[in-house]
Nanobody, 132 residues
Framework: QVRLEESGGESVRTGESLRLSCSVSGGAIEGYSLGWFRQAPGKQRDFVAAISWNDTITYYSDSVKGRFAISRDNAKNTVTLQMNSLKPEDTAIYYC?????????????????????????WGQGTQVTVSQ
């Protein structure tokens, strides 16, 4: 059974950086696309970033494009989200997610990779708080 565990969330000030990690156990991530989503209090879970199973395509929401970077390390079975120039509106619980399909055929379609239903396994989340 695949399990995901996020780490790295903490309280920071505007303009600072954080690096979130997601450690995957119970199965190799090779061949699977991975994503990051976030959920602020009282709001729906929103797409943040995704990386294709072949590590050739990355997607970002407009709100984080140019500030965040997603990467993967198949040897360590981890996916990382580097977050720079953080803003108060980045405050949320951040979740990593594991694609439900091996070698997903829709990795070239942003809308597919940004949908929560593309992912079958989720971590418990890590809290990121950005203050003024």
């Amino acid at each position: 059974q695949v399990r995901l565990e996020e780490s790295g969330g903490e309280s920071v000030r505007t303009g600072e950086s954080l690096r979130l990690s997601c450690s995957v156990s119970g199965g190799a991530i090779e061949g699977y696309s991975l994503g990051w989503f976030r959920q602020a209090p009282g709001k729906q879970r929103d797409f943040v970033a995704a990386i294709s199973w072949n590590d050739t395509i990355t997607y970002y929401s407009d709100s984080v494009k140019g500030r965040f970077a997603i990467s993967r390390d198949n040897a360590k079975n981890t996916v990382t989200l580097q977050m720079n120039s953080l803003k108060p509106e980045d405050t949320a619980i951040y979740y990593c997610a594991h694609d439900r399909l091996l070698y997903h055929p829709l990795i070239h379609i942003y809308s597919a990779c940004a949908r929560p239903n593309m992912y079958s396994t989720w971590g418990q989340g890590t809290q990121v708080t950005v203050s003024q």
